[in-house]
């Protein structure tokens, strides 16, 4: 089993933390945190995206071909690689500016979309760019997963729901009845699985026919909430490529995910903190 990883890549760059100066940085973006956790896994992983011709873009590229991705699908753009300039207050991550750099003209070729449409399963995530591909990915019989983040009223929801198996969603309360009617109307309408993720309340799942909750792992010290989302994305997906039940991928989100808030990064390395 593989999977490739669609969409953007980026270096979060902390100026403060807590207010005092920091000059961290590391390399990141949904594709690739959800690309390198699953690679760490076990599930040879792909990563199709553009990053820059500057510094920061080689960095990029030796990360992720040190942390065993193929990378023969991260191109080189023109341009600067995309930057977010972050805060910490607390253990919780505040976006500051984005600079959006080469991703601003990022463009997914026929070259591209076949070579995604040979992995078993396909991710990308709400500011990817990759939803175009997705009808092609469908035809080919692609297994597709999508991370909306907390923009649960963003049209991109229902836009690429017909081509969506595995949804992922945030969302700021615990379980409810509206996330419950949420969930369910995804699935009655084509999703396998629907998740939604409440930070340090667990998560829910639904397949069509059944609720799933499941509870976070215990840590000694959350260092930063970076990557938390989607590191349970990689650990839910690793089950579903492994033919797990919903309950045993959703702990292995939660078992992933409180491995990675325990260090800076957003995944467990070491090896991200210098250009």
């Known amino acids: 089993m593989k ?40 599930i040879p992983t792909s990563i199709i995206s553009t990053t820059g011709n500057d510094a920061a873009g080689e960095w990029m590229l030796r990360s992720l071909t040190e942390e065993g ?17 972050m805060d910490l207050n607390g253990n919780d991550r505040v ?9 601003e003209h990022i463009v997914f070729d026929e070259e591209d979309m076949a070579f995604a449409a040979a992995h078993d399963l396909v ?19 692609v297994k597709i997963s999508f991370d909306y983040a907390d923009r ?3 049209p991109l929801v229902e836009s690429t729901l017909p081509y969506v198996d595995y949804g992922f969603y945030s969302y700021h309360n615990s379980r409810d009845a509206f996330i419950e009617a949420f969930l369910k109307d995804k699935t009655d309408r084509g999703m396998k699985a629907a998740v939604a993720t409440f930070g340090d309340k667990g998560s829910l799942a639904y397949d069509g026919n059944t609720f799933t909750e499941c509870g976070v792992c215990p840590v000694k010290t959350v260092v930063n909430t970076v990557g938390a989302g989607d590191s349970y994305i990689s650990g839910f ?13 959703m702990e292995m989100g939660a078992k992933v995910s409180s ?16 250009l």
């Open 3 to 42: 999977a490739a990883m669609i969409g953007d890549n980026c270096i979060d760059v902390y100026v403060r933390i807590n207010g005092q100066e920091a000059g961290r940085r590391y390399p990141t973006g949904n594709a690739v945190d959800t690309g390198v956790n699953l690679q760490k896994l076990g």
């Open 69 to 85: 991705l193929d990378v023969s699908h991260l191109k080189t753009g023109s341009g600067p690689t995309a930057v977010t300039y």
């Open 95 to 103: 976006h500051g500016e984005y600079v959006e750099g080469v991703l």
């Open 123 to 141: 991710h990308t995530a709400l500011w990817g760019k990759a939803e175009a591909v997705l009808p092609y990915l469908r035809e080919k019989g």
């Open 152 to 154: 649960l009223d963003h």
């Open 237 to 249: 997906l690793y089950g579903i490529l492994n033919g797990y039940g919903i309950k045993e991928c």
């Open 259 to 274: 491995e990675v808030i325990q260090v800076f990064e957003p995944w467990v390395s070491g090896k991200q903190g210098e």
